[in-house]
T-cell receptor
Framework: AQSVTQLDSHVSVSEGTPVLLRCNYS??????LFWYVQHPNKGLQLLLK??????LVKGINGFEAEFKKSETSFHLTKPSAHMSDAAEYFC??????????????FGRGTSLIVHP | GAVVSQHPSWVICKSGTSVKIECRSL??????MFWYRQFPKQSLMLMAT?????????EQGVEKDKFLINHASLTLSTLTVTSAHPEDSSFYIC?????????????FGSGTRLTVV
């Protein structure tokens, strides 16, 4: 079984300040973890993914996330927020490549609000 | 690479009519495609999983006779909302997984906004 918890439904930051979107997971195996972004009325775009390689993962648009097994966390960060980062962010966990049904489990989403 | 094209982007239809939504993997083979429904301000709800050449697996509570899914080839899956009603109005998103497993990630379509009037 697997689950993912996004701890904040909304995060509000000022442009130019750091961004932290929190994600905790539970899994009975070593999972793959993803962060997706969704702009209004758009589909989902992959930001980055962790698949048991380096624990610090760099993604697009300056985002990165660190896999911490001891804390079962995969928080998303960005040093400096931009207005265009305002969107909905989803943390996703899936079973590993070998075995499992591969069905991804979505967090409830975190809405990032960026103030000028 | 790994582009999924979903069409149409938006559609308005009358109650009682049927609407077909297409999901195509443009540059890869998708052995498995997923169909999601998203209500406003909520996360994605998995409706069904479709594997090429076999019947779709529907999640509990999803009416298979209302939401017909066909995955006839490795690059195309369709969702048909039959006899649509206003409560079917929603944002529908497809997702495809590349042959090779979960580590390759899931590519999402751009979504279809369905409005039933």
């Amino acid at each position: 079984a697997q689950s993912v918890t996004q701890l904040d439904s909304h995060v509000s930051v000022s442009e130019g300040t750091p961004v932290l979107l929190r994600c905790n997971y539970s899994s009975s195996y070593s999972p793959s973890l993803f962060w997706y972004v969704q702009h209004p009325n758009k589909g989902l775009q992959l930001l980055l993914k962790y698949t048991s390689a380096a624990t610090l993962v760099k993604g697009i648009n300056g985002f990165e996330a660190e896999f911490k097994k001891s804390e079962t966390s995969f928080h998303l960060t960005k040093p400096s927020a931009h207005m265009s980062d305002a969107a909905e962010y989803f943390c996703v966990v899936t079973p590993p490549m070998i075995g499992g049904s591969y069905i991804p489990t979505f967090g409830r989403g975190t809405s990032l609000i960026v103030h000028p | 690479g790994a582009v999924v094209s979903q069409h149409p982007s938006w559609v308005i239809c009358k109650s009682g009519t049927s609407v077909k939504i297409e999901c195509r993997s443009l540059d890869f083979q998708a052995t498995t495609m997923f169909w999601y429904r998203q209500f406003p301000k909520q996360s994605l709800m998995l409706m069904a999983t479709s594997n090429e050449g076999s019947k779709a697996t529907y999640e509990q509570g999803v009416e298979k006779d209302k939401f017909l899914i066909n995955h006839a080839s490795l690059t195309l899956s369709t969702l048909t909302v039959t006899s649509a009603h206003p409560e079917d109005s929603s944002f529908y998103i497809c997702s495809a997984r590349m042959a090779g497993g979960a580590n390759y990630g899931y590519t999402f379509g751009s979504g279809t906004r369905l409005t039933v009037v």
